[in-house]
């Protein structure tokens, strides 16, 4: 018996309620706010971090600063890319 579509949105909104809350809560408030995605502070603040780390380690000769100023950009960098290639789990799973 196929599902009905009261079903599949329930089931959406299932799915929806536990991978982004606060994305949720907004749109059954009337005001939506960015999706999880898209939102990216966290990122600009440890790229912001790191970029201070590889300057710091250039302006004083300390190559194990610079180092690590340049793995935690590698890092801050990947936290921008990373929502793209996550896979939203069908329910149930």
Do not use: C
């Not at 590889?54 to 590698?74: E, H, I, R, Y």
């Not at 936290?79 to 793209?84: H, K, M, V």
Request: charged share 25%; proline share 8%.
């Amino acid at each position: 018996m196929p599902e009905s579509d009261d079903e599949k949105i329930a089931d959406l909104e299932a799915v929806l309620w536990h991978d982004d809350p606060r994305f949720a809560r907004g749109l059954g408030k009337g005001r939506p706010r960015r999706p999880r995605e898209y939102r990216r502070g966290r990122a600009w603040l440890a790229l912001a971090i790191a970029l201070a780390a590889v300057v710091t380690g250039v302006v004083l000769p300390q190559g194990l600063l610079l180092a690590a100023g340049l793995v935690m950009t590698a890092m801050a960098v990947n936290l921008f890319e990373s929502a793209r290639g996550r896979r939203i789990r069908p329910p149930g799973s």
